[in-house]
């Protein structure tokens, strides 16, 4: 007759293995914000100047 192995892992190293994973993805998600902000986008060169206070006299 064959022994059945069910062994339960402990709190401890369920716990830890939680918190590695969670630094992983702390770290991975640091290091995804930091190559966005070497993408530089590009932004309008000129800045509109809109005059709306006819508008706002109407309303």
Do not use: C, H
Request: no cysteine.
């Amino acid at each position: 007759m064959q022994l059945k192995y069910n062994r339960k892992p402990s709190f401890g190293s369920s716990l830890l293995r939680t918190l590695a994973k969670l630094f992983l993805i702390i770290i991975i998600f640091i290091f995804a914000i930091f190559l966005i902000e070497k993408i530089s986008f590009p932004s309008p060169e000129k800045k509109f100047d809109v005059d709306i206070t006819n508008d706002i006299k109407k309303l």
